[in-house]
């Protein structure tokens, strides 16, 4: 059937909604079943060991379709979880996709959703194995599922942080969140060539950083960095039985970001350890890695990785700035 | 803190909850890093092919908190999962699960569900490794990844059928949506002790007789039946690219349902045709590998596996009965 702009995911019905998604799809030699059959069933990797992550994005919650294009949806539901993958030191094998439809949703908006998923999905040649689709009373759910490989005794856990690493982060703190101030406070079309709204939109998860981190055993803990700096110092330190202290004054803030604030009036420290969404890696260093963590900067590329601070005995998590040392501030809490 | 049976998990909030959920998991030997940190490490299987399968359960879609105890919920989100694989002829190897909570759900509700979830996980052997949580302003959206494995070329896939082939399908068929018809009656405790009832709330994934197929290579095609009778032949005679004829009369239907839908004057046929949530397996077998299916019948132990009808050249769908040959009804679609 032809389909308008207003059509509907109803209107067309739960055949056409995965013929729409499974006519893109081509299948590496090592997926023996993909997507149509009950299950997925793929030949697992040798010798490495598997890396599994879940997670969700909410209609209302992660995102507001008033200011994300439906691309940029599927784009970010993707790379969250490819980011977890990353934060593991992992690359990324396959994905599995979970929606939740209302029936309203129009076609168009799916469309969309599932372009910038399958675009994310062959940037990191993760192919789509397996899904579902069911329909919803409430907003639209975007769950996925992504599966990488790593070498044995290679995966960066969280509980590896001592007293006495460094601390550093890749790319730059506080630009998602920023961006997402810049899409709230109602701009238009000139905003898309806003790094910061690009870093919102279309988050590029830390693979290769992750990887090189991983290869060269430079990393003693990580995380990514999903619900802002500080809820991801406080994940290291209580997951490692440490504590932080960080320099404000080294935090990588874009000048786009310190710009947008000062005209806004508003804080651009608070962002910066505040502000969710930007997927950069925090990770740690013990000092005698210095040397690992220089053999992977040189694979990684031209991605900033800055040091911030160091971890710290007792569970004091502190920030350092001109005026003296406080306590980290919270980070987002989804239930409250 | 204590928890009144009124208390949400909005006031205990997500590390608490993670907490709930986390504080009873064991970890077998061959998982590196469980729940806890950004993604799950295992050990793949050697010498075994992966099966992936994700499904979700929505509130108000898939259950009615009104008569669906809590850990009814949790153990059918597993459950319909745990069928995928066992339609596959996959045995479970590890869930992970992705929940989408009100922020007004219960903690009550919650632990239930987990207790659900977990009870089924352990029954299974398959030990829940990972997930995430988010809150919804929408309804409770339960999802599920589950991985098994099967032997390399042993995979029950649905695309197998061909002309001649016998269909056969395990257990009874309508059991599970006359339960449902019950509990929508209204019905007070005694109902517990329906079979039907029993059936809807706490499906039994056919696992067991997946893996004896696959081991004896029995079928040449399986689905399980999720939708309806009607919907997994029209699923199965779709992907092989055949028809199917089936005999009304053939059809196992318990005599609860038969008395049931005498006694409420509903049409039982219909219902053993068109309802849904069985979680049987419906496959098809070469007239040449009855000896196959004996071997497999042999080690399955006493659940019921019943001839139901024959696989047709060309694309009719239709069953057979006293008066009769006719199409099969359309099962149950979720988006229309």
Request: one cysteine or more; glycine letters at 12%.
């Amino acid at each position: 059937m032809t389909t308008s702009s207003n059509t509907t995911v109803a209107e067309i019905g739960e055949q056409a909604i995965i013929e729409r998604i499974t006519r893109r799809l081509e299948m590496p030699d090592w997926v023996d079943v993909g997507p149509g059959d009950d299950a997925a069933v793929v030949k697992p990797p040798r010798g490495l060991r598997e890396v599994l992550t879940t997670d969700a994005l909410v209609d209302g919650v992660h995102f507001d379709q008033a200011f994300v294009p439906a691309d940029a949806i599927g784009h970010r539901a993707l790379a969250v979880n490819i980011s977890d993958l990353a934060a593991m030191g992992a690359e990324p094998r396959a994905v599995l996709l979970s929606l939740a439809l209302p029936a309203t949703l129009r076609v168009a908006v799916l469309d969309g959703l599932i372009e910038g998923f399958l675009r994310q999905a062959a940037a990191h040649r993760a192919p789509l194995v397996g899904g579902n689709i069911t329909r919803t009373p409430g907003p639209l759910v975007i769950n996925v599922t992504a599966i990488g490989t790593v070498r044995p005794r290679r995966a960066l856990e969280r509980s590896g942080a001592r007293p006495g690493d460094e601390i550093y982060v890749t790319g730059a703190v506080g630009d998602a969140a920023t961006g997402l101030a810049i899409l709230r406070a109602g701009a238009t079309a000139p905003t898309v060539e806003s790094a910061c709204v690009l870093r919102y939109l279309r988050p590029e998860p830390r693979v290769r950083a992750g990887l090189q981190l991983s290869h060269h055993g430079a990393a003693s803990s990580c995380v990514d960095l999903s619900d802002g700096l500080a809820d991801g110092l406080r994940q290291l330190a209580r997951a490692s039985g440490v504590g932080v202290e960080i320099d404000a004054g080294a935090l990588p803030v874009s000048d786009e970001a310190r710009a947008w604030h000062t005209t806004a009036g508003t804080d651009w420290l608070e962002t910066a350890l505040g502000g969710g969404d930007d997927y950069e890696l925090l990770f740690t260093v013990r000092p005698r890695h210095r040397g690992r963590l220089r053999g992977a900067r040189r694979r990684i590329g031209d991605l900033p990785i800055t040091r911030i601070g160091v971890v710290t005995r007792g569970a004091d998590l502190s920030v350092r700035d001109a005026s003296g040392c406080r306590g980290l501030p919270h980070g987002f809490e989804h239930f409250r």
